[in-house]
């Protein structure tokens, strides 16, 4: 059953910008934390944003400033905006939802971000 459904990524040059979505196919989105992690090859998945229930917002030190996590829970659909990036943002992202207050939690399938010239 898929509950994470990721679209957006694909090559982008440097400096330039790429917009990732990520719908959930749980009604009750709202009492999710939403999460966007990366995993670049060879390389361990790590965590690029957060964005809790209560629309706090938190960002790994290497894309602050840069990319902007949000959602739409009208929508049950979290974003990441990604601008000025980097060759070393490439990498598969990955949305991740938590239900807070609960070990509960979904990975979407992961899209790829390439930023090459």
């Known amino acids: 059953q898929v509950h994470l459904l990721e679209s957006g990524g694909g090559l982008a040059q440097p400096g330039g910008s790429l917009t990732l979505s990520c719908t959930s196919m749980n009604m009750n989105f709202k009492a999710y934390d939403m999460s966007w992690y990366r995993q670049a090859p060879g390389k361990q998945r790590e965590v690029v944003a957060v964005?809790?229930?209560?629309?706090?917002?938190d960002y790994a030190d290497s894309v602050k400033g840069r990319f902007t996590i949000s959602r739409d829970n009208a929508r049950t659909t979290a974003y990441l905006q990604m601008t000025g990036l980097k060759p070393e943002d490439t990498a598969v992202y990955y949305c991740?939802?938590?239900?807070?207050?609960?070990?509960?939690?979904?990975w979407g399938k992961g899209t790829q971000v390439t930023v090459s010239s």
């Open positions: 964005i809790t229930s209560a629309d706090s917002t």
């Open positions: 991740n939802s938590k239900w807070v207050g609960t070990t509960l939690e979904f």
